[in-house]
């Protein structure tokens, strides 16, 4: 079956640092692959995602590029904020998209000023 | 923007007693999920809804049954709630399948506490 593999936090970085989260996936055919953000107290929101090999999906300074050769969809950001602390989930749909998301574990991100 | 909202932010329950969570989505959706929060776990698929009347399985849904009427509703059940179900739970909606259809929008969440 489809699996997403992200990991781990939490990841702990200064303000200003550049940010990467690893995500690489496991899947039939060719999914569409999202990351989501997860703040405090909140549900899940879309971030960002890319719907064939080799898109970018690009919001609010980040990024993410879909691999298809490295089955891979790693988030970046060149400089983060104390804003972007959160969880990041890592997320694959596969065949036409009636099913549910894969998820990756999430990712635990705290930025300190 | 769509919107999809829940019932409850937070529910205390007993072991035993049947629980419902209702979920509505406010853009015509096609389809509509449910999911579990489990910290290290992350998300998983408990049941989903492509169509009015329609449900399939996820990836874990022993001890839960869903219901949708309606289009714009859909709801999650616990027959008889035990305290291993006690859990963050996440309905999601979508257009529908393929291509932009398939992006998925998250309500905020019921915290169940089952005692």
């Known amino acids: 079956g489809d699996s997403v593999t992200q990991m781990e936090g939490p990841v702990t970085l200064s303000e200003e640092a550049f940010l990467t989260i690893n995500c690489t996936y496991t899947a039939t055919g060719y999914p569409s692959l999202f990351w989501y953000v997860q703040y405090p107290g909140e549900g899940l929101q879309l971030l960002l995602k890319a719907t064939k090999a080799d898109d970018k999906g690009s919001n609010k300074g980040f990024e993410a590029t879909y691999r298809k050769e490295t089955t891979s969809f790693h988030l970046e950001k060149g400089s983060v904020q104390v804003s972007d602390s959160a969880v990041y989930f890592c997320?694959?749909?596969?065949?036409?998209?009636?099913?549910?998301?894969?998820f990756g574990k999430g990712t635990h991100l705290i930025i300190q000023p | 923007d769509v919107k999809v909202t829940q019932s409850s932010r937070y529910l205390v329950k007993r072991t035993g007693e049947k629980v419902f969570l209702e979920c509505v989505q406010d853009m015509d959706h096609e389809n509509m999920f449910w999911y579990r929060q489990d910290p290290g776990l992350g998300l998983r698929l408990i049941y989903f809804?492509?169509?009015?009347?329609?449900?399939e399985k996820g990836d874990i849904p022993e001890g839960y049954s869903v219901s949708r009427e309606k289009k714009e509703r859909f709801s999650l059940i616990l027959e008889s709630a035990s305290t291993n179900q006690t859990s963050m739970y996440l309905c999601?909606?979508?257009?529908?399948?393929?291509?932009?259809?398939?992006?998925?929008?998250f309500g905020p969440g019921t915290r169940l506490t089952v005692l």
């Open positions: 997320a694959l749909i596969s065949g036409g998209g009636a099913d549910g998301l894969t």
């Open positions: 999601a909606s979508s257009l529908g399948a393929g291509g932009n259809r398939n992006e998925q929008f």
């Open positions: 809804s492509y169509d009015v009347k329609m449900k």
